[in-house]
């Protein structure tokens, strides 16, 4: 198994591009979720989806959209990069919310 | 908002001793979850305690959990160079997932 996989893993932005994020999970996992890590910050929940075609919004959604058009994939787009979101982005994935998460190995994301 | 608070923020001890963090939460829990993070990397799961256990044990590692002081602690025995990293722990079982601390960055001297 692949466990959960990430690409790209380093992306540099202009202000105002968008881009897509992508996230995959060979492990049959229901419960997906992007989180935003900046120093000092710990990890912020950003948006989150518990099956195909169900997404929601974590703590820190603004800027970005999320799809699960499938039970592998969880894309996380930027919209209209900005430098407040410069940061490494991980995907994390689970059985069921509260269990045990595994994470992907994060994109660095630099937004001149 | 930071469900969980680790502390210290910073601990360097020297190889083969023992290092202790702690953990506080606000609210009430179902479980307490640590993760450990080397540097450049994702978040890897340490171990799982449920909110009717007050101790677990998974190799060097020992969790408590205390739910009446809201406090859980992460003693990892005979430290090695290898346990240099970042240690976290997470809250929170909803269907809006965890709830991260801040992290205690952990330095085995050796």
């Known amino acids: 198994n692949a466990g959960v996989t990430q690409t790209p893993k380093f992306q540099v932005l202009k202000t105002g591009q968008s881009m897509t994020l992508q996230c995959a999970q060979d492990?049959?996992?229901?419960?997906m979720s992007w989180y935003r890590q900046d120093p000092g910050m710990g990890l912020r929940l950003i948006h989150y989806?518990?099956?195909?075609?169900?997404?929601d919004q974590g703590e820190v959604p603004n800027g970005y959209n999320v799809s699960r058009s499938t039970t592998e994939d969880f894309p996380l787009r930027l919209l209209s990069a900005a430098p407040s979101q410069t940061s490494v982005y991980f995907c994390?994935?689970?059985?069921?919310?509260?269990?045990?998460?595994?994470f992907g190995p994060g994109t660095r994301l630099t937004v001149l | 908002s930071q469900q969980g608070e680790e502390d210290p923020q910073a601990l360097s001890i020297q190889e083969g001793e023992n290092a202790t963090m702690n953990c506080s939460y606000k609210?009430?829990?179902?479980?307490l979850q640590w993760y450990r993070q080397n540097s450049g990397r994702g978040l890897v799961h340490l171990i799982l305690i449920r909110s009717n256990e007050r101790e677990k044990h998974s190799g060097r590692l020992r969790v408590t959990l205390d739910t009446s002081k809201k406090s859980s602690s992460l003693l990892i025995t005979a430290s090695r160079a290898a346990d240099t990293a970042s240690y976290f722990c997470?809250?929170?079982?909803?269907?809006?997932?965890?709830?991260f601390g801040k992290g205690t960055h952990l330095i085995i001297q050796p």
């Open positions: 994390a994935s689970s059985h069921a919310p509260g269990n045990e998460q595994f």
């Open positions: 989806s518990v099956g195909a075609g169900i997404t």
């Open positions: 492990m049959n996992h229901e419960y």
């Open positions: 997470a809250t929170g079982g909803g269907a809006d997932g965890l709830t």
């Open positions: 609210t009430s829990i179902n479980n």
